[in-house]
């Protein structure tokens, strides 16, 4: 019964959402296509994490299942290099630290310029968008001769923070130039001036709350490109967590914690960026 | 009217009290330190060591070095992977996208797949080199791909990855700019679906999807850590060498190798990004 009349109803609906200037048939053409289409990119875009997530399950014979590789995680230590938990607290300490110093310099720098020294805004897009179009690589080539000096101070791997606030930029740049962009700052900060605030209440008090969400989004954005960079932190021969999972697959190619932390890795970053994706689009719909 | 006098009388006093011996400017001082130190400064040191010598003394010749077959080699390779994973991207996400935007603008599929091109987009680095050997490596789960390890295809497929979603994320808005009404008017004029794209779609989009295009070339070419974990054994493309160069001396005797593919790599991308600059300028004209 429940068919017959979703059967009976579906021309009714279809006809509905037919958009103006296309005919039904094409449309229905157009739907077969765009499911063919989602199924393929779909496992196209699934299947790799998958493989990777029934690998780090797989037992000592092969076909069976066993969580030993996740154990591993904790307490793994391959032949000549740290162990594999030191590595993962450093990638997630120099996450935190590269989003404090990247929030302290960018925030107040935007709302400063914003309110105060306009003309010099394009420049400072300009700086900000800058490391987008020179690849870490290069980067790498020259500040290997500043990393030597700074090394005479300090051997912590922590030390890639300042690069790494760097590669941030235009991510964070972004992220918190749309948040200002959405907030009135010239009134709010006159508003607040005319009250007797000082700068810093201004900034703190007044504006900074207002851009919550942008501030979010560029912690977010920041962690994740902290948690997967590799590039500089192999050359510079600091080991963080992606040096350290390069360095297991070449000591030990099949080593099941390679693919347990991998695969927690990309989890983590996935769930970050998700979250992203979806707070953003819940305030976007909400203003 | 109200608003407007508010502005006037904030605006008037701060502007006045400006006190003339910290200039505001001041205020970007921290930050411009910070760029020149890790972001201006490094780049000045692959220029210039690009054209010394080990030695120290200038010279400027060195840029002719690029030419050499050795180095050209590199460049090559760079080239014939960028070029492969960049048109394979850019054609197989545009399709995405134009599967993705002819949905319903506020339906789960649409949300879902932009959701997670903003994840995939970023996802290279070494974990994505793992996902694809253990899904079709000599050890595969689906399948043994005997060309996994061949140059441009193996790692061309992992690219893809990367690329398709990239291309969602930048060529969405394009298609989304196309307006009903153009469609419209060509199927009242008479067009067939193949005439709407030959004549109107396709001349639209065209600048949108070259700019994409070139985006997803310069994204390839600074990529390095996926294709490390992919063969650390043979450099083919000049991140590698340049990793190379850094970990050992052998190579061009006169020539500081890495700074030089360094700076090859810069010139390469600035063409790239300015020429992408300039089509997205071009696609803004209708599209909007």
Redesign the interface.
Known sequence: MAAVTSLGETPITAQA?V????QSR?RRR?NV??YV??TL?GL??I???L??L??SLEGAKLGTWSVTAWRQIASYQGSGIPPLLSAIEISLELAVITCAVTLV??V??MI??RL??QW?SRT?EF?CL??L??????????????YNKIQHFSLSALMLF??Y??LA?PYAYRALAAGLGAIDV??LS??A??LGASWLSVMTRVIVPNMRQAILNALLLTT??VL?E??IA??LLYNNL?AE??SI??NTPNAGV??ST??A??LF??VL??I???AG?RRRGRG | MA?AA??E???R??RAGRRRSIP??A??F???G??A???L??????VV?ALKNPNGSWAVSNITELGNPLVRGYFIGSFKLCLLTSVLGAV?GA??AY?VA???PDGV?R?L????S???A???????A???L??VGPV???FHASWFYQFPWGIGLIYT?FQ??LMVLVFLPAIDGLK??W??AS?SLGAS?WQYWRYVGGPLLAPAFLGATLLLF?NA??A??TI??WE?QIAYVV?QQ??TA??SEVGLSNVNV??LL?LG??IT??IV?TAYALLQRRAARWLR
């Open positions: 959402r958009p103006r200037g296309m094409r157009l296509f765009r289409v989602f990119f196209f875009f299947l790799p994490p493989a990777m029934r690998f310099l960018l107040p720098t400063w310029i105060r020294v010099i400072f700086l800058l490391p179009t020179i690849p870490a690589i290069v980067l790498v080539v020259g500040l290997g001769p500043i300042w690069v606030v760097i930029l010239t009134t006159e508003a001036r005319s994740a490109l997967g590799f590039t192999y050359l992606q999972l390069y697959s070449r390679l693919f991998a695969t890795a990309l970053a996935f960026l998700l992203l994706s979806f689009r | 608003a508010t502005t009388t904030g605006a006093p701060s505001a400017v205020g970007t921290p930050f411009l910070y760029v130190v890790f972001l400064w490094p780049t000045g040191i692959v060591d197989l399709v995405l599967a002819s949905g319903n599929v949300k797949y932009l959701s997670a903003g994840v995939l970023q996802n290279g680095g070494v974990t994505l793992f996902a694809f253990v899904l595969g789960l689906l990855y398709v979603p009903v009404q469609r419209e199927e679906a310069a070419l600074s390095f850590a490390e974990a650390n991140p340049i990793s850094l970990s890495a700074d360094a790599m810069v991308v600035a990004m």
